[in-house]
């Protein structure tokens, strides 16, 4: 490679922009074609979220007749910049075929492959980087995370260890270990605690406060838990400011495109599609695992696939795939079918030619009667648990950051508010939707009764039994969820009534949701 070429990729991968810009730039007057340095503005264009900027710079190097795995990362991330799923999974592919040994390109390859779904695939690449830069902090953090969701447990704690050595303040990191983590190591609390107190910023104070929360709950001091995690999210809650009223308008529309829905009893269409959703933490992967431990389920993860066609499709004004807006537009819509077709088409290269797919969007819930409507032969299973168990259970979930939609889970009262919201929208589905194509679920049952709700949703989703529904712990299809640890074990009962186990935070848990109407 040529020494000026990287130059500028060591600036760029550096967090140098303005040094990689100029060294590309410099190359690029001696050598129009090196089509290396035009990559190099591409990728600060793809830093900088300038999803014009970058398909433009690799539209230019792929009509110039190169091919690269770089480039096709790069054009993997500016579709997903654009929310064209099919092109980023496909460009994405593409880049995974080919590979590449520099570890920066690596770690692109493996970040992409996971925003398209593809978690096992995704692990040889981290490797590569992590191997290849040993002293990035942030590449042993991905492999680790890729080990976790592919059940690597035990590979990816000793992965978050080399991590916190290597960096011992990665908050992330922290956070993440302490989740693996079987007992607290000796010092690991007031290590966290010093660097909690020492930081200001909300994102780092987040991360440490779950970690410490998590510790406490090792050592069962269950309110010490709860009161690092009301420190943890103080800030973020001032910055984030929930809209309640938002949300009440959401399930209000919901329930109304129920009410006004006209959906048969009888899947007819396209029986493929089983859709499960319900409250983050209330059980959805926990189905998901004995579903697609079926020979005929493949399940394709959490997709916002859906929402993004109906946003499309309706063209209601405003960047939100969620909102009350959408809802009402959905329910006015007089035929929705051309939306489902076009889901179906956008999940095809990652469905093959399974006999039955699973999507596990939690919030795909507000879209259940228009997603009835759409896929006209789809099931959809609805999970419902303890209101005062996913209260909890979700305060303690530190969730992406950057998705809009989790805005409640950084105040204990906005969480139990959204908790009743979304019972009072469970009730009302349960009530109106047709039984046939509609099934609750509740996560209680599937805990005491395994064999038996399995025989249901079997039956419900049209399969036969299999023997390896049961032993869903052993299915061997990545997890990326909250839940990527929990379901590499066979059913337990010890998360039933956890939230009992707080003393003041039981009542607090009792007076919030007491608000609404929901009693122990």
Same mark, same amino acid.
């Given at each position: 490679m040529n020494s000026d070429i990287k130059a500028a990729m060591d600036h760029l991968f550096a967090g140098r922009f303005q040094a990689a810009h100029a060294a590309a730039q410099s190359v690029l007057k001696e050598d129009p074609k090196a089509f290396e340095a035009v990559l190099v503005l591409a990728a600060i264009a793809a830093e900088h979220g300038n999803e014009p900027g970058t398909a433009k710079l690799c539209r230019l190097v792929r009509e110039a007749g190169h091919e690269s795995c770089w480039l096709a990362v790069l054009e993997a991330r500016a579709a997903l910049m654009r929310q064209d799923a099919d092109t980023a999974r496909e460009r994405a592919e593409a880049a995974s075929n080919m590979g590449s040994q520099d570890p920066h390109i690596s770690n692109q390859l493996g970040v992409v492959l996971s925003r398209t779904g593809r978690h096992g695939q995704a692990v040889p690449p981290f490797r590569i980087a992590a191997e290849g830069a040993p002293a990035?902090?942030?590449?042993?953090?991905?492999?680790?995370?890729?080990?976790?969701?592919?059940?690597?447990?035990? $590979?990816?704690?000793?992965?978050?260890?080399?991590?916190?050595?290597?960096?011992?303040?990665?908050?992330?990191?922290?956070?993440?270990?302490?989740?693996?983590? $079987? %007992?607290?190591?000796?010092?690991?609390?007031?290590?966290?605690?010093?660097?909690?107190?020492?930081?200001?910023?909300?994102?780092?104070?987040?991360?440490?406060?779950?970690?410490?929360?998590?510790?406490?709950?090792?050592?069962?001091?269950?309110?010490? %838990?709860?009161?690092?995690?009301?420190?943890?999210?103080?800030?973020?809650?001032? $910055?984030?400011?929930?809209?309640?009223?938002?949300?009440?308008?959401?399930?209000?529309?919901?329930?109304? %495109?129920?009410?006004?829905?006209?959906?048969?009893?009888?899947?007819?269409?396209?029986?493929?599609?089983?859709? *499960?959703?319900?409250?983050?933490r209330s059980g959805t992967t926990l189905v998901e695992r004995i579903l697609s431990s079926h020979p005929r389920v493949i399940s394709l993860g959490e997709l916002s696939d859906f929402a993004v066609e109906l946003k499309r499709g309706l063209r209601t004004p405003g960047p939100m795939v969620l909102d009350d807006a959408i809802l009402a537009a959905a329910a006015a819509a007089p035929d929705l079918a051309p939306i489902g077709a076009a889901y179906l088409a956008r999940i095809a290269m990652l469905a093959g030619d399974a006999p039955h797919t699973l999507d596990k969007m939690p919030f795909n819930a507000f879209f259940v009667p228009a997603i009835l409507r759409a896929l006209s032969g789809a099931r959809v299973v609805f999970l419902r648990? %303890?209101?005062f168990d996913v209260l909890f259970a979700n305060y303690r979930q530190l969730f992406a950051t950057g998705f809009g939609?989790?805005?409640?889970?950084?105040?204990?009262?906005?969480?139990?508010?959204?908790?009743?919201?979304?019972?009072?929208?469970?009730?009302?589905?349960?009530?109106?939707?047709?039984?046939?194509?509609?099934?609750?679920?509740?996560?209680?049952?599937? *805990?005491?009764?395994?064999?038996?709700?399995?025989?249901?949703?079997?039956?419900?989703?049209?399969?036969?039994w299999d023997d390896a529904c049961m032993e869903f712990h052993r299915n061997a299809q990545p997890v990326a969820t909250a839940s990527s640890v929990q379901v590499r074990s066979p059913i337990y009962t010890s998360s039933l009534g956890k939230w009992r186990r707080y003393g003041e935070g039981s009542q607090r848990a009792i007076a919030e949701l007491g608000r609404y109407g929901i009693a122990p």
């Open positions: 990035n902090p942030d590449y042993h953090y991905n492999l680790a995370i890729a080990l976790q969701f592919n059940g690597a447990l035990a $590979e990816a704690r000793a992965e978050f260890e080399r991590l916190v050595e290597l960096q011992p303040d990665h908050a992330k990191g922290w956070l993440a270990l302490a989740q693996l983590a $079987e %007992s607290p190591q000796p010092g690991w609390a007031g290590h966290l605690a010093d660097l909690f107190e020492a930081t200001g910023d909300t994102e780092t104070r987040l991360a440490l406060g779950h970690a410490l929360a998590r510790l406490a709950e090792l050592e069962q001091h269950w309110d010490a %838990s709860l009161a690092w995690l009301d420190r943890a999210k103080e800030a973020k809650a001032r $910055e984030t400011a929930h809209d309640r009223a938002g949300v009440e308008r959401m399930v209000d529309a919901a329930i109304a %495109s129920a009410q006004a829905a006209r959906i048969g009893d009888n899947p007819a269409g396209d029986q493929r599609p089983i859709i *499960v959703v319900g409250m983050p648990r %303890s209101p939609y989790y805005g409640y889970a950084y105040d204990f009262g906005d969480t139990a508010h959204f908790v009743a919201a979304f019972e009072r929208m469970a009730g009302a589905f349960e009530h109106t939707l047709p039984a046939g194509r509609f099934m609750p679920v509740r996560y209680e049952e599937v *805990v005491a009764d395994q064999r038996g709700q399995t025989e249901r949703l079997l039956r419900f989703c049209g399969l036969e």
